[in-house]
């Protein structure tokens, strides 16, 4: 059976405060997979937390048996770069990579499914059910999360993608900073690879939260990125071999 490695970017600060156990129910939807453990494994790339938060984070990512990859700096959230940082910590033997964000929860059989659709040539894109605003923490109740839950616009945030192909290209591109367009770029760059994009939907759920940082042509970085996204059509990027290092 195949292996599969994914990679949930996280930061803490009291700037952009999170609840933790968004971590956990993120962590908890991915440790309970039908699929067999060492098939699994799981990796939160801190990207510039707090000091003062990483004991905790350290704590809850021991208890999922998932890697801990953290990094110290100032330098602007880039969810690009946190996502390579954890690409470059992934077991070599891992075929995979799934790219995640902590607020997001995988029902049982989303990694067996995808592994049904999964291969060397293939991208696959889960389309995120919306849940509206819940005491946290919930049960993972699927059927329960199913009901209360609405289809998300479609989006391309939540990806399983062959990690040798993720190699290949150096991964996400670093010059996109904050968040915005970065996946727009990867899918584009995978579809110039030649590989087919599949679409599963009703395997993930979002979890509400307090937008923070909406999309907004008007924010100078936000026009950046998607000028950056719409103009490129090369396939590798990031020239500097060192992608996903701190």
């Given at each position: 059976?195949?292996?599969?490695?994914?990679?949930?970017?996280?930061?803490?600060?009291?700037?952009?405060?999170?609840?933790?156990?968004?971590?956990?129910?993120?962590?908890?939807?991915?440790?309970?997979?039908?699929?067999?453990?060492?098939?699994?494994?799981?990796?939160?790339?801190?990207?510039?937390?707090?000091?003062?938060?990483?004991?905790?984070?350290?704590?809850?990512?021991?208890?999922?048996?998932?890697?801990?990859?953290?990094?110290?700096?100032?330098?602007?959230?880039?969810?690009?770069?946190?996502?390579?940082?954890?690409?470059?910590?992934?077991?070599p033997d891992s075929d995979y990579i799934i790219s995640s964000d902590v607020d997001i929860i995988f029902k049982d059989t989303a990694i067996e499914e995808a592994f049904k659709n999964m291969d060397e040539k293939t991208y696959i894109i889960f389309e995120v059910r919306k849940l509206p605003p819940?005491?946290?923490?919930?049960?993972?109740?699927?059927?329960?999360?199913?009901?209360?839950?609405?289809?998300?616009?479609?989006?391309?945030?939540?990806?399983?993608?062959?990690?040798?192909?993720?190699?290949?290209?150096?991964?996400?591109?670093?010059?996109?900073?904050?968040?915005?367009?970065?996946?727009?770029?990867?899918?584009?760059?995978?579809?110039?690879?030649?590989?087919?994009?599949?679409?599963?939907?009703?395997l993930t759920f979002h979890l509400w939260h307090k937008v923070f940082y909406k999309v907004d042509l008007n924010d100078p970085q936000q026009k950046l990125n998607?000028?950056?996204?719409?103009?490129?059509?090369?396939?590798?990027?990031?020239?500097?071999?060192?992608?996903?290092?701190?």
């Amino acid at each position: 059976m195949p292996k599969v490695s994914a990679v949930i970017p996280i930061r803490y600060t009291d700037k952009y405060p999170r609840d933790m156990d968004r971590l956990d129910l993120c962590l908890k939807s991915l440790r309970e997979q039908t699929v067999r453990s060492e098939c699994m494994q799981i990796i939160v790339s801190d990207f510039g937390s707090e000091k003062k938060y990483v004991p905790a984070l350290q704590e809850k990512c021991q208890k999922a048996k998932a890697k801990f990859v953290h990094i110290e700096t100032q330098e602007v959230w880039s969810r690009a770069k946190a996502l390579n940082i954890g690409i470059r910590a992934s077991d070599p033997d891992s075929d995979y990579i799934i790219s995640s964000d902590v607020d997001i929860i995988f029902k049982d059989t989303a990694i067996e499914e995808a592994f049904k659709n999964m291969d060397e040539k293939t991208y696959i894109i889960f389309e995120v059910r919306k849940l509206p605003p819940m005491k946290l923490p919930i049960d993972l109740n699927f059927t329960r999360l199913e009901a209360i839950s609405m289809p998300e616009p479609p989006s391309i945030g939540i990806c399983c993608f062959p990690r040798k192909w993720i190699f290949d290209v150096r991964g996400y591109d670093e010059e996109f900073k904050v968040w915005g367009w970065e996946d727009n770029d990867l899918v584009k760059r995978a579809h110039l690879s030649g590989l087919q994009i599949i679409r599963l939907p009703d395997l993930t759920f979002h979890l509400w939260h307090k937008v923070f940082y909406k999309v907004d042509l008007n924010d100078p970085q936000q026009k950046l990125n998607c000028e950056r996204a719409d103009s490129l059509n090369t396939i590798i990027r990031n020239t500097d071999k060192q992608w996903g290092e701190a």
